[in-house]
């Protein structure tokens, strides 16, 4: 599976922008998906994740009520819509693949990551 993340760009503090993963691979959708996001001089964070069925999704603290996760098995991709973005939202968000099926935090249990992309929210 190789995973291509795009979407990101730079916003105004309040802003919703859209990150998506784009999949290759006929089996992608038997796999769980993953967001997390570096910023810089921290570690890579989780923030979101969804079950490949899309039956379970689940949120951290910090982006929960302002971020959601779905995924569009048919056309290989998921998406990570941001609403009320936050200066601190700022990073290189990244998406991941597991071959668990259900929902998964830990950075260990990805097989697959995508390349990143930069997020940029200005005050």
């Known amino acids: 599976v190789q995973l291509q993340a795009s979407g990101g760009g730079l916003v105004q503090a309040g802003d919703s922008l859209r990150v998506s993963c784009a999949a290759s691979?006929?089996?992608?959708?038997?796999?769980?998906v993953g967001w997390f996001r570096q910023a810089p001089g921290k570690k890579r964070e989780w923030i979101s994740c969804?079950?490949?069925?899309?039956?379970?999704?689940y949120h951290a603290n910090s982006v929960k009520g302002r971020f959601a996760i779905s995924r569009d098995n048919a056309r290989n991709t998921v998406h990570l819509q941001m609403n009320n973005l936050r200066p601190d939202d700022t990073a290189v968000y990244y998406c991941?693949?597991?071959?668990?099926?259900?929902?998964?935090?830990?950075?260990?249990?990805?097989?697959?990551w995508g390349q990143g992309t930069q997020v940029t929210v200005s005050s």
């Open positions: 991941a693949a597991s071959r668990l099926e259900y929902c998964v935090v830990e950075e260990h249990t990805y097989d697959y």
């Open positions: 969804i079950s490949n069925g899309a039956v379970g999704s």
């Open positions: 691979g006929r089996s992608f959708s038997s796999y769980s």
